[in-house]
């Protein structure tokens, strides 16, 4: 029997990958204790989603435990053992406005959780391929300091980078930056992924994602960017937006097509590797773009004002050069683009909140 563990198997990549694995695998195992309701409120809540995965997926089994605790997630790593062959990470304290709250909960999720599961891995499946969601954030804010021009709606990198054509790459240093604590606590959890890989020899992937978003997300102000714009749009809702004149650029993938590159890797696995993952030059859009962009799929103005303040550690202009993925894994393609993501977002928006209004 061969099964895939999934953490985070509610939230938006978890829940993804278990529907996109159950087709490849005999179980998929979730982990999920809906913390997300725990860090940002009733609106976030994955139960939902839990019971949609429990309902719709028959080779589904969910554990609802949390994976700072090291005595149960070991419970679930004994009773699969070596049957296990592929862990997808996605478990996280995802937001970086959120980390400066409470630091230890931060890094106790997102690094010593993280060391929980690639130990257990280690321990009781070590051929397992082992994939780590890491994120942009690892990069701090040293993506603001390269040489941006201001266009009218959006920034953008000077013609003469040699980021510009394909965006930036995994060469970008990661140290010496502003991380943000949630940055830190996740360059710590990346640079672990690459010792099991590089030291240990195991089969690990480490993917820093630029936005990841789908319909599956459960936005909210702090996290899920076109998820919650999208929420807004429909509600009338109001939505802030930080700095940066709303000309902040962020690339984003649908978490189909990030899935889908987690199973290219894990049927040809290699021991450590990086890889920057996001929509790139094929799916990207300013803040003024993407409210442009949802009104006019919504067919009316949205409710929003500036804030002159921006984020801390936000990026400026971010877009993900997936070309090291693309060369080691070159039949990978995108399958979706900005707008169909929109379009999908707000089709399930919509009736989430016609059932919760009902
Ligand atoms: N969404 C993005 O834009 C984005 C961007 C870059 C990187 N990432 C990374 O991708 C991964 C997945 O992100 P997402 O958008 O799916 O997040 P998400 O919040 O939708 O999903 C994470 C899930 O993990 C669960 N969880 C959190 N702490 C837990 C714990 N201690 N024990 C058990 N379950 C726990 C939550 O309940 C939630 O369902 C994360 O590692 C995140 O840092 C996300």
């Known amino acids: 029997m061969k099964v895939a563990l999934v953490t985070g198997s509610a939230g938006l990549i ?35 989603n839990i019971q949609r995965l429990q309902s719709e997926i028959p080779n589904y089994k969910h554990y609802s435990i949390d994976i700072r ?25 995802p937001s ?43 990069y701090g804010d040293t993506p603001n300091y390269l040489p941006l021009v201001e266009l009218e709606n959006r920034w953008e990198i000077s013609q003469d980078h040699r980021f510009f054509a394909k965006g930036i790459d995994e060469t970008m240093s990661i140290d010496n930056t502003k991380h943000s604590l949630f940055g830190a606590s996740k360059v710590a959890a990346d640079v672990l ?7 240990f020899g195991m089969n690990v992937g480490i993917f820093r994602g630029g936005c990841l978003t789908g319909p599956k997300h459960s936005g909210t102000q702090l996290h899920g960017f076109l ?5 807004c749009a429909i509600t009338g809702e109001h939505y802030s937006v930080f700095g940066y004149k709303g000309k902040q650029v962020r690339d984003n993938i649908h978490s189909w097509d990030l899935v889908n590159m987690f199973w290219h890797f894990y049927q040809n696995p290699r021991q450590g590797e990086v890889y920057n993952a996001g929509g790139s030059r094929h799916s990207n859009c300013s803040m ?11 067919g009316k ?3 929003y004002s500036y804030v002159e303040d921006n984020r801390i550690g936000d990026h400026i202009w971010w877009i993900s050069d997936v070309s090291k993925f693309k060369s080691h894994y070159p039949t990978w393609e995108y399958k979706y683009n900005l707008n169909d993501i929109l379009t999908q977002i707000h089709a399930s928006m919509s009736q989430r909140l016609r059932t919760v209004s009902h």
């Open 96 to 138: 970086h406005d959120w980390a400066a709250k409470e630091p230890l909960t931060d890094f106790g999720i997102n690094a010593t959780g993280t060391l929980h599961l690639l130990e257990l891995t280690r321990l009781n499946c070590e051929k397992a391929v082992f994939i780590f969601t890491s994120t942009n954030k690892v």
């Open 288 to 298: 003024k773009e993407g409210i442009a962009i949802c009104e006019t799929i919504i």
């Open 193 to 199: 992924a690459q010792e099991y890989g590089k030291y």
């Open 227 to 231: 998820a919650y714009l999208m929420k």
């Open 301 to 303: 103005k949205m409710n």
């Open 14 to 48: 978890g829940s993804e990958a278990i529907e996109f694995f159950s087709k490849k695998f005999d179980l998929v195992v979730g982990i999920d204790n809906n913390t997300r309701q725990v860090l940002f409120g009733k609106e976030a809540s994955v139960e939902w």
């Open 69 to 93: 605790n090291y005595a149960d997630v070991e419970k679930v790593f004994k009773e699969y053992g070596s049957s296990i062959d592929l862990v997808v990470h996605a478990a996280a304290q």
